[in-house]
């Protein structure tokens, strides 16, 4: 069974897809089974690729890393989520633009919150 938010990758095409619904079936893109994305957390390339959650006056400001991610048309963050007391904001990045996003929700009345960045090269990664 594929659990739900799950990310899965087409190695040969690299579609990336979450799952939204858990089922039984068996997840296959270009004819070839996906693969499913492991969170990392630490290890080589840490510093540019783990979530950094900062509280702000007007919600929460998620940056990539200490050390700003490259931006490039090959190698990008492509999204950046926070999930807030079970709901789940994502913004979608470019190359060229800040391995950054911004969410304007009250810190106040979220209770528990976790964060997640998908790199087009090295994966899935959380704090
Ligand atoms: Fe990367």
């Given amino acids: 069974m594929t659990p739900k938010n799950d990310v899965y990758r087409c190695?040969?095409?690299d579609n990336v897809i979450e799952i939204l619904k858990s089922g039984?079936?068996?997840?296959?893109c270009c004819n070839a089974p996906m693969e499913l994305l492991k969170y990392r957390s630490e290890g080589s390339g840490e510093e540019k690729h783990v979530p950094v959650l900062?509280?702000?006056?007007?919600?929460?400001k998620v940056m990539v890393?200490?050390?700003?991610h490259p931006m490039e048309e090959n190698h990008c963050i492509d999204w950046?989520?926070?999930r807030a007391d079970g709901?789940?904001?994502r913004q979608s990045l470019n190359p060229g633009e800040e391995p950054q996003a911004e969410f304007f929700l009250d810190p106040e009345t979220?209770?528990?919150?976790s964060v997640r960045s998908y790199?087009?090269?090295?994966?899935?990664w959380k704090s």
């Fill in 11 to 13: 190695r040969v095409c």
């Fill in 24 to 28: 039984d079936g068996k997840l296959v």
């Fill in 54 to 60: 900062e509280k702000t006056e007007s919600g929460f």
């Fill in 65 to 68: 890393g200490n050390m700003p």
């Fill in 80 to 82: 950046i989520e926070i």
């Fill in 87 to 89: 709901k789940i904001y």
């Fill in 110 to 113: 979220v209770n528990q919150i």
């Fill in 119 to 124: 790199c087009s090269i090295h994966g899935l």
